[in-house]
């Protein structure tokens, strides 16, 4: 599934239709037969820029045993860090091309994002894909075809570069949803809630500096009335004690 809808996300950045596309979300047909542990307790470690404290968060997902894991959580950690670092990549290299800070600003951000990943690829003895890949380098093949293609788009222009930022935000919100499904893992949910609430002010961002513009951003990825909710909330920070939206 998820390779098809790849695929068919670059036939259409390529015919280039209103800059549309998507990161592949990912599916896998090995899930936990147990019901998603609550996420009404989630620790929200995250601020306003969507910036993660890699400290706290740390420190709270060493107090948690180590669980076994199932094939879709190790596939999910995998997936996400790379996705992560995409997005990381694609930031660095836009703000290098048009040196607008909002990259620069996210970029960073997505460094936590990354380290937050790497936490749990350490707890649970993965092997870290990122780990030896420079810059625009991925060992998943669709996720490099699609940084690849991303960056084309985002070279385009200023708002074909926001875009593109609104566009790997809801993907990654989209995408994070997904995986907390396939796992009942309080230490996974909890890191996966903090990288959603951080996309969720990313995309606010992005979408607030395309209006800024003239532009009025279409969500190619989330639900309308998702997408809404999000937007027109405002800025969310660590504290709240959960995740799960604005």
């Known amino acids: 599934m998820r390779r098809l809808y790849a695929?068919?996300?670059?036939?259409i950045i390529v015919?280039?239709?209103?800059?549309?596309?998507?990161?592949?979300?990912?599916?896998?047909?090995?899930?936990?037969?147990?019901?998603?542990?609550?996420?009404?307790?989630v620790p929200i470690v995250?601020?306003?820029?969507?910036?993660?404290?890699?400290?706290?968060?740390?420190?709270?997902i060493d107090s948690l045993p180590a669980e076994q894991l199932t094939d879709a959580?190790?596939?999910?950690?995998?997936?996400?860090?790379?996705?992560?670092?995409?997005?990381?990549?694609v930031y660095t290299k836009l703000y290098e091309k048009w040196g607008?800070?909002?990259?620069?600003?996210?970029?960073?951000?997505?460094?936590?994002?990354?380290?937050?990943v790497r936490a749990l690829l350490k707890k649970y003895n993965l092997t870290d894909p990122t780990a030896s890949e420079g810059i625009g380098e991925f060992q998943n093949e669709e996720l490099q075809a699609l940084y690849d293609q991303l960056m084309e788009m985002g070279?385009?222009?200023e708002v074909d570069a926001l875009k593109v930022g609104a566009l790997i935000e809801e993907t990654d919100i989209k995408d994070l949803q997904e995986w907390i499904s396939r796992t009942n893992k309080v230490d996974i949910i909890t890191v996966y809630e903090n990288l959603m609430m951080g996309s969720r002010n990313h995309l606010r961002s992005f979408v607030s500096q395309l209006k800024n513009r003239g532009?009025?951003?279409?969500?190619?990825v989330l639900p309308k009335d998702e997408y809404e909710a999000i937007i027109s909330s405002p800025m969310e920070t660590g504290g709240q004690g959960k995740g799960n939206g604005p």
């Open 100 to 116: 607008l800070q909002i990259f620069s600003n996210i970029a960073k951000s997505e460094t936590t994002h990354v380290e937050s």
């Open 15 to 41: 015919s280039g239709i209103i800059a549309a596309g998507c990161i592949g979300t990912s599916e896998t047909s090995t899930t936990s037969t147990e019901s998603p542990a609550p996420t009404n307790t």
């Open 73 to 89: 959580e190790k596939e999910g950690l995998l997936y996400m860090v790379e996705e992560e670092k995409l997005a990381h990549d």
């Open 155 to 157: 070279m385009k222009s």
């Open 7 to 11: 695929v068919a996300v670059l036939a």
């Open 215 to 220: 532009v009025t951003y279409e969500p190619q």
């Open 46 to 60: 995250a601020d306003s820029n969507g910036d993660v404290n890699t400290n706290d968060l740390q420190s709270y």
